[in-house]
């Protein structure tokens, strides 16, 4: 079944200890990107990557980091998590962004930083 | 900001009625796509309107776009209480590398 899986659904964590948000897709998609929604918001794009070795930065990147070593994996890393990044994550992936293609999601990952 | 604003924030009918929600953007866009989220869970892709087009139709759904006034509408016929849900306008760059998404109208179709 194709699919964007992201690991952990949920997770309740505090300042500063490091973590790691996993995004996999097995559609061989070449784009991916992470979001962030919060209530009122919307959502809002923090990283993207165009093909393996290839990330840009969206319109929140601060505090996240991202890598793209491989096309499947595309993990969002906060190195000193801080409340203020306590929000509803996604992961999303398109075939290519040529021509705009539309993006599928995984279901999500809750982060609550204490 | 690029970032999309839908019309209303919120939106109540009935099973049957049509919904209409708007999306209005700030610059030029490549192509205007509408995704549904269900209650905090990922969001789907429902249709995708270029730049150079003016209307499109897939099922029950309907979308325009006006490039001259820089919005979007969603139009749902004969609405279903599976309906409910949140909806997005997603604006994509020239450039197709950013995705812009706006806050979302909230639909609830009652039975």
């Known amino acids: 079944e194709a699919q964007v899986t992201q690991n952990p659904r949920y997770l309740i964590t505090v300042t500063g200890k490091k973590l790691t948000v996993t995004c996999s897709q097995n559609?061989?998609?070449?784009?991916m990107s992470w979001y962030r929604q919060d209530p009122g918001l919307g959502l809002r794009q923090i990283y993207y990557?165009?093909?393996?070795?290839?990330?840009d930065k969206g319109d929140v990147p601060e505090g996240y980091k991202v890598s793209r070593k491989e096309k499947r994996n595309f993990p969002l890393i906060l190195e000193s998590p801080s409340p203020n990044q306590t929000s509803l994550y996604f992961c999303?992936?398109?075939?290519?962004?040529?021509?705009?293609?539309?993006?599928?999601f995984g279901d999500g990952t809750r982060l609550s930083i204490l | 900001s690029q970032q999309g604003e839908e019309d209303p924030q919120a939106l109540s009918i009935q099973e049957g009625e049509n919904a209409t929600m708007n999306c209005s953007y700030k610059?030029?866009?490549?192509?205007l796509q509408w995704y549904r989220q269900n209650s905090g869970r990922g969001l789907v892709h429902l249709i995708l309107?270029?730049?150079?087009?003016r209307e499109k139709h897939s099922g029950r759904l309907r979308v325009t776009l006006d490039t001259s006034k820089k919005s979007s509408s969603l139009l749902i016929t004969a609405s279903r209480a599976a309906d409910t849900a949140s909806y997005f306008c997603?604006?994509?760059?020239?450039?197709?590398?950013?995705?812009?998404f706006g806050s979302g109208t909230k639909l609830n179709v009652k039975p």
């Open positions: 997603a604006t994509v760059t020239y450039n197709f590398n950013k995705f812009y």
């Open positions: 559609m061989n998609h070449e784009y």
């Open positions: 610059t030029s866009i490549n192509n």
């Open positions: 990557s165009m093909n393996v070795e290839v990330t």
């Open positions: 999303a992936s398109s075939l290519f962004q040529g021509s705009g293609q539309p993006q599928h």
């Open positions: 309107i270029r730049s150079n087009e």
